[in-house]
T-cell receptor, first 113, second 113 residues
Framework: RKEVEQDPGPFNVPEGATVAFNCTYS??????FFWYRQDCRKEPKLLMSVYSSGNEDGRFTAQLNRASQYISLLIRDSKLSDSATYLCVVNGGSSGSARQLTFGSGTQLTVLP | DVKVTQSSRYLVKRTGEKVFLECVQD?????MFWYRQDPGLGLRLIYF???????EKGDIPEGYSVSREKKERFSLILESASTNQTSMYLC????????????FGDGTRLSIL
């Protein structure tokens, strides 16, 4: 079983749509959670951290369910510029160090005009 | 803004060569990381370091070594390059301790012929 699992997609949605991505993680000791965005042939960039109470940043809302070991990202009013791969990330990994981050394989989103 | 700089965007080497990939960060970050990213496999951690002269194995250290002689610089070494090491290599850094998001360099696309 992968440590961080995401639906690879692709998700193709029209502009203005709301889209949700889900992610599950296997390490119950994980304490920090993030969503990263990666554009084609570019490096991953931090989109937002995910907090236990849920948090919002403009059109983006992240939720965490520790009991189910589940993270979600909701994008409202999708823009063409939101087209990218979204990576679910949790801390911890095979080294046993909290410094290590484990990345999901990513969910590809294409927003269509 | 955090700046993580990788020495080359594109690199072509031959099988059996010793290859050095260099990474420098300018934010006095304690932690530095080397990943490789392959289609369908996502980001996989090769090695990381949390202090000068310290190193920890990640998920796929075989065939690689690292060097951290100065806090701002973290080098990845392919001792004897092989074709299965053709990949995108990404360096990242994060602040002191654990639980922090990582900031990535632009990546080096390495081809081994």
């Amino acid at each position: 079983r992968k440590e961080v699992e995401q639906d690879p997609g692709p998700f193709n949605v029209p502009e203005g749509a709301t889209v949700a991505f889900n992610c599950t993680y296997s390490n119950s000791a994980s304490q920090s959670f993030f969503w990263y965005r990666q554009d084609c042939r570019k490096e991953p960039k931090l989109l937002m951290s995910v907090y236990s109470s849920g948090n919002e940043d403009g059109r983006f809302t992240a939720q965490l369910n520790r009991a189910s070991q589940y993270i979600s990202l909701l994008i409202r009013d999708s823009k063409l510029s939101d087209s990218a791969t979204y990576l679910c990330v949790v801390n911890g990994g095979s080294s046993g160090s909290a410094r290590q981050l484990t990345f999901g394989s990513g969910t590809q989103l294409t927003v269509l005009p | 803004d955090v700046k993580v700089t990788q020495s080359s965007r594109y690199l072509v080497k031959r099988t059996g060569e010793k290859v050095f990939l260099e990474c420098v960060q300018d934010m006095d970050h304690e932690n530095m990381f080397w990943y490789r990213q392959d289609p369908g496999l996502g980001l996989r951690l090769i090695y990381f370091s949390y202090d000068v002269k310290m190193k920890e194995k990640g998920d796929i250290p075989e065939g690689y070594s690292v060097s951290r002689e100065k806090k701002e610089r973290f080098s990845l070494i392919l001792e004897s390059a092989s074709t299965n090491q053709t990949s995108m290599y990404l360096c990242a850094s994060s602040p002191t301790g654990g639980y922090q998001p990582q900031h990535f360099g632009d990546g080096t696309r390495l081809s081994i012929l």
